[in-house]
């Protein structure tokens, strides 16, 4: 479900804050890593697979990044998730982001793949 630009303009100004530009204010870093955590562990076992998962972001404003494997997966490619530090938004991508077009991700993005990403993750997958 496409959010529209208002909605989206909206939420993302809420949540800037011109002093916490990568975690926002009382940010619980051990807390963070944790969901963090778990979620990549939930995927794991939801997808029957080992994901990869990248906890080393610096200077950037996401906890980390699960790919989920092509031969996990029923859309023919991998699955991005980026985990925000700000308000638990997960950006959800088939193959790196950007490789797909609107059109070309609603085609290609299986709806086996979506619902074993949304239960995990508590989120309903969306455009943004």
Same mark, same amino acid.
């Given at each position: $479900?496409?959010? =529209?630009?208002?909605?989206?303009?909206?939420?993302?100004? %809420?949540?800037?804050?011109? =002093? &916490? $530009? #990568? !975690?926002?204010?009382?940010?619980? &870093?051990?807390?963070?890593?944790?969901?963090? =955590?778990?979620?990549?562990?939930?995927?794991?076992?939801?997808?029957?697979?080992?994901?990869? +998962? =990248?906890? %080393?972001?610096?200077?950037?404003? &996401?906890?980390? @990044?699960?790919?989920?494997? /092509?031969?996990?997966?029923?859309?023919?490619? &991998?699955? @991005?998730? /980026? +985990?925000?530090?700000?308000?638990?938004?997960?950006?959800? /991508?088939? %193959?790196?982001?950007?490789?797909?077009?609107? #059109? #070309?991700? %609603?085609?290609? !993005? #299986?709806? /086996?793949?979506?619902?074993?990403?949304?239960?995990?993750?508590?989120?309903?997958?969306?455009?943004?």
């Amino acid at each position: $479900m496409p959010l =529209d630009d208002q909605r989206i303009w909206a939420l993302l100004r %809420g949540l800037d804050d011109p =002093d &916490h $530009m #990568e !975690f926002p204010r009382n940010y619980d &870093h051990a807390a963070a890593r944790a969901r963090f =955590d778990q979620l990549a562990a939930m995927l794991d076992q939801r997808f029957r697979c080992t994901c990869s +998962v =990248d906890r %080393g972001a610096q200077d950037a404003s &996401h906890q980390g @990044t699960i790919v989920i494997p /092509t031969i996990a997966t029923a859309s023919g490619d &991998h699955i @991005t998730i /980026t +985990v925000s530090d700000f308000s638990n938004l997960v950006a959800v /991508t088939l %193959g790196n982001p950007g490789s797909y077009n609107e #059109e #070309e991700e %609603g085609l290609l !993005f #299986e709806s /086996t793949d979506r619902r074993c990403i949304n239960d995990p993750c508590g989120v309903v997958l969306r455009r943004l």
